[in-house]
């Protein structure tokens, strides 16, 4: 139960990150919500990685280069499900897209995330 708390905490780390970049792009550097939900995503990535190596799953006495590479596929993954869900919802309701960012990352992040990085990645 404490490390599925910890993946929480780090995802949550991760979300503000991931987030904030998706926001500033779009509300400052004017760039699309799409695209500026993909480099989100890619900052966010970088950070869960390296807070779930260290800190959730303890597992920084592995190969990096193992994780790096299962992280990357699970990550892909995680890229693709974040960036259709958040196309689907963009082009088919009128939310947010800051809403629409949110309801489909709780909903990778449950379903799909602590999954595969606690059973393939950090094992």
Known sequence: ????????ASSLIA????FSTAIVLVNFFGLEPFSSSIAGTLLGGVANFTINRYWVFEAANDKISGQALKYFVVWIGNLILN?????LLLEKTNLNYV????VVAVIVGFGYNYI????????
């Open 116 to 123: 595969f990085q606690k059973k393939l990645v950090f094992r």
């Open 99 to 102: 809403i629409a960012k949110a």
């Open 83 to 87: 960036a259709g869900g958040m196309y």
């Open 1 to 8: 139960m404490l490390t599925f708390i910890k993946a929480q």
């Open 15 to 18: 979300t503000f990150l991931d």
